[in-house]
């Protein structure tokens, strides 16, 4: 391939001048080898005994790993209990079985000269065999010039010993120092940059000293090698000769992503070092590389402090329009603006500017409010949920806003508004999105939970079904987040992501015991700690990396499956870690728990949200009673309209039954507007029997009565209360004869 250098002499020598000045010396070096216990380059060694190589899949090196795949993948058990032969390393070879000659093995345990002299004698038993000295006596043999190799020389003038020279042949007899080192080299986490143009050794020295500062990501030494035949294989003198586009259709057909990506990031530092980062440099580009953009805010959900994220500008047509929207989201992302927002108000931009095609339109000043009635339509025809629409509309209208408020344009017409109205309304009604008691059941079952094969997915997991947050600001969660008030009691302190908010919810002491042993857990393997309560599992050097919530996802859907939990028709369950916020909310509703007291716990901003769980909850025990049998004083059933404004009325009617009246053993389907002449079907009912053995039930239905009335005759409601005192003036009477009689009957008890 190739190569179009991308940069200039001048700027060549500038960087190689910075690169001088800003590499440390020990990754001024053609050959890095990491310390034993480096955090970031370091991998483990082979699994099986004996074997220095290090790791390289499944816990064994290369040449193991060849041998597992050629034995056809038996269990690893089995594998590491009868590993075969040593694999090529830096292990001492076997000699000649004759004692007192080192020199290498050619067959049956013989070396080739003692295994001439063997066959010349007619191939007798080793063991009995009266072998030769095949040493010239007083000769001393010169030993093989590899360090870790002490077998002897066959042949004088040769460098090595016959296995060696046989390897070095096949290597095409390179320099022989080079293959010394080359031999000591494999199988070992060393980075060889040998070879290399001088500058393109510098950037990749200088990635190591970046990957090794920021101590994020273990990086294999096996990827950085592959990236460094990435770019051998590209013929580049520098990695800023190729794009990272370029670089990435190199290695398309690679089936690692992590040497890739790791010879782009060396790639994003060197040109910093080179041009610099800030607004200066990226506002120009139409591709804006916000991880170099100082003071951005960050998602709070973010796995690395500053994301790799871009901002496409190039999608929108017109250069004026594409000038405009630099200068509004500059604006907005440093005010604090979110990195979602941006993206959200840059497609809105990118949606206006394919509608400006569209329709002929090339001005500023031709934007009108006829124009934007138009958009309107383009943007309900266009794919996409309520929510996308709405955004395209509201981010529109700030931008011309903005316009006007900065004085960018004044070309731009003053018609050119959106109005209340304007944005498409929202879906009627929400679907409850709770979960039914029979998948909690499946959920919440101690056997199923102990199935998780990760502890911090079944920890995460309690934490959203016995808290209700949302997983963002679970996975968001510090390491010391468990916190206690004046009386001891636990509370979670977490971070509200949608509210961008501190807030804290109360625990029970044994999610807060599942809580410390996590804890325990995390140090035994980050013992300089984490600084956050879930860290990501791999490729996580300092534990400072939080585990993602689409991690997470990964591992809830594999659980599911592991479970094979069912919903009520026996289909497999597919839900979201949100549904269990509906379905904690909708739990605390229907145990009568206020709606104040679900707003807090919850941390809505307002009680709109809360109300709208509460909605849900009702619409809930409207199916259920729609569901159950239902009947008449007949003995008939009741039916009620499930759908239109009648079926909303008639269960307005119903519920207001329930409410107004205290009945023991049903409800009320009376309408509003008619007099009734029992106002509870038992207690006005002239063949009603009861006795001293109902008592207690008597007076806490009294005591339900009374609240009632006192209830209807503040709001006025004149004849609910009237109806009511029937009721209230039964029980007094029945309450006072059988208060009597009991006290009667206990006299007569004592005085017997």
């Keep these: 391939m190739t190569v179009a250098p991308l940069t200039t002499g001048r700027q060549r020598i500038g960087l190689l001048e910075r690169l001088l000045a800003t590499i440390r010396g020990e990754f001024r070096t053609e050959l890095y080898r990491p310390d034993p216990g480096d955090p970031v380059f370091v991998a ?43 694999v090529r390393g830096r292990q001492a070879l076997p000699s000649c079985r004759i004692g007192g000659c080192h020199y290498g093995r050619f067959g049956k345990g013989l070396c080739s000269k003692h295994y001439d002299r063997w066959a010349r004698a007619g191939r007798p038993d080793p063991d009995g065999w ?42 095409g007899r390179p320099d022989v120092e080079r293959f010394i080192v080359d031999c000591g080299l494999n199988g070992t986490t060393a980075v060889d940059l040998r070879g290399l143009p001088t500058q393109l050794t510098l950037e990749f020295q200088y990635g190591l000293q970046c990957r090794a500062d920021a101590r994020r990501r273990t990086t294999p030494a096996r990827y950085v090698m592959q990236a460094v035949r990435l770019a051998q294989a590209a013929g580049a003198a520098s990695l800023l000769d190729l794009t990272e586009q370029q670089w990435r259709e190199q290695a398309r057909n690679g089936r690692v992503r992590a040497p890739v990506l790791f010879l782009i990031e060396v790639r994003d530092a060197v040109e910093v070092l080179r041009d610099g980062a800030g607004w200066e440099n990226e506002f120009p580009r139409d591709v804006w590389r916000l991880e170099r953009l100082p003071g951005i805010t ?19 047509p017109q250069p004026w329009l594409r000038d405009l929207a630099k200068r509004w989201l500059r604006l907005r ?122 502890p911090a997915g079944r920890l995460v997991t309690l934490i959203l079904i016995r808290t209700g947050l949302r997983i963002s600001s679970v996975v968001c969660l510090d390491f010391d987040c468990v916190v206690h008030d004046g009386q001891g009691a636990a509370y979670l302190r977490y971070f509200n992501t949608k509210m961008k908010r501190e807030a804290a919810v109360p625990i029970d002491e044994h999610l807060e015991q599942a809580i410390r042993d996590h804890q325990r857990q995390v140090l035994d393997r980050w013992p300089d700690g984490t600084g956050v309560l879930f860290p990501r599992q791999h490729a996580n050097a300092s534990g400072r990396l939080r585990l993602s919530d689409s991690s997470y996802r990964q591992m809830l859907r594999r659980w599911l499956t592991t479970c094979d939990i069912r919903d009520e028709h026996g289909q497999p369950v597919h839900l979201t870690p949100h549904q269990w916020r509906h379905t904690f909310a909708c739990r605390l509703i229907n145990r009568d728990v206020p709606q104040e ?46 759908d239109g404004p009648l079926g909303q009325a008639q269960w307005a009617k119903t519920r207001y039954g329930i409410a107004t009246q205290t009945l023991p053993n049903g409800y009320c389907g009376l309408p509003v507007q008619k007099s009734c002449p029992h106002a509870n079907a038992c207690l006005t009912c002239p063949v009603f029997l009861t006795g001293p053995e109902f008592l207690p039930e008597l007076r806490q239905q009294r005591t339900r ?48």
Aim: aromatic share 6%.
């Design 130 to 171: 009266d072998a030769p000295n095949m040493v010239v006596s007083g000769a001393v043999p010169a030993e093989c010039c590899l360090p870790f190799c002490t077998l002897w020389v066959d042949t004088p003038g040769k460098m090595f010993c016959q296995n060696h020279h046989d390897r070095w042949a096949r290597a």
């Design 298 to 316: 960050t998602p709070a959900t973010a796995t690395v402090p500053r994301p790799r994220v871009r901002l496409h500008f190039e999608r929108i």
């Design 705 to 752: 009565t009374l609240t009632l009335i006192d209830n209807a005759t503040g709001c006025g409601h004149t004849r609910v209360a009237e109806m009511n005192q029937q009721v209230a003036d039964n029980l007094d009477r029945m309450i006072g004869e059988l208060e009597t009689g009991h006290d009667q009957t206990q006299e007569t008890a004592h005085a017997g």
């Design 333 to 454: 992302l440093t005010s604090g603006l979110s990195i979602t927002a941006a993206h959200t108000g840059l497609d809105a931009l990118v949606c206006f500017g394919r509608f400006l095609v569209h329709a002929g339109v090339d001005r500023l000043a031709d934007i009108d409010r006829l124009l934007l009635e138009r958009h309107l339509g383009y943007v309900a025809s266009q794919d996409g949920g309520h929510g996308l629409k709405k955004g395209r509309i509201s981010n529109l209208n700030l931008f011309m806003q903005a316009i006007r408020q900065n004085r960018w344009d004044d070309s731009l017409p003053g018609t050119a508004a959106f109005y209340p109205g304007d944005t498409p309304r929202p879906p009627a009604a929400a679907i409850s999105r709770r979960l039914a008691e029979h998948v909690m059941a499946q959920v919440e079952s101690e056997a199923n939970l102990d199935r998780w094969d990760n």
């Design 597 to 642: 007291v679900v707003r807090v716990l919850l941390d809505h901003e307002s009680s709109r949200m809360t109300a709208h769980y509460a909605r849900l909850t009702d619409q809930t025990v409207r199916r259920r009673w729609e569901a159950a049998m239902k009947v008449d004083i007949k003995g008939e059933h009741v039916t009620l309209a499930t």
């Design 44 to 86: 483990p060694e082979c699994a099986v005994t004996g074997c220095d190589n290090v790791a390289s899949q499944r816990g064994l090196c290369n040449g193991h790993i060849i041998r597992w795949r050629q034995r056809g993948r038996p269990a690893m058990e089995d594998f590491l209990a009868d590993p075969g032969p040593p």
